[in-house]
Nanobody, 118 residues
Framework: QVQLVESGGGLVQPGGSLRLSCAAS????????MGWYRQASGKQRELVAR??????????NYADSVRGRFTLSRDHAKNTMSLQMNSLEPEDTAVYYC?????????WGQGTQVTVSS
């Protein structure tokens, strides 16, 4: 059973930075997709960034709204995934979720709140 636990959210001023982490357990697959999603109040959940891992390596994709500001990284040895968020904007305010997908398995963390406000 895959379990995901996010951490690192908080309150930050516009232009600031935060680093989110997702601690994963139970991952025994060599090929999968892992990513960060976010859901702002009153809006649908949207993809922020994801990594598709295969035996050949990993490919990262970003939403247009965060490309160049956010960086996803995956530490296979520590079984963690991080999201470095720079130049944060009020529009980045949301609950951020860690996600793991492989075949019919679709696992989510509990979410961590990120608030960008002065």
């Amino acid at each position: 059973q895959v379990q995901l636990v996010e951490s690192g959210g908080g309150l930050v001023q516009p232009g600031g930075s935060l680093r989110l982490s997702c601690a994963a357990s139970g991952i025994t697959f060599s090929s999968y997709t892992m990513g960060w999603y976010r859901q702002a109040s009153g809006k649908q959940r949207e993809l922020v960034a994801r990594i598709t891992v295969t035996t050949s390596g990993g490919l990262v994709n970003y939403a247009d709204s965060v490309r160049g500001r956010f960086t996803l990284s995956r530490d296979h040895a520590k079984n963690t995934m991080s999201l470095q968020m720079n130049s944060l904007e009020p529009e980045d305010t949301a609950v951020y979720y860690c996600n793991f997908k492989v075949g019919g398995l679709d696992a989510w963390g509990q979410g961590t709140q990120v608030t960008v406000s002065s």
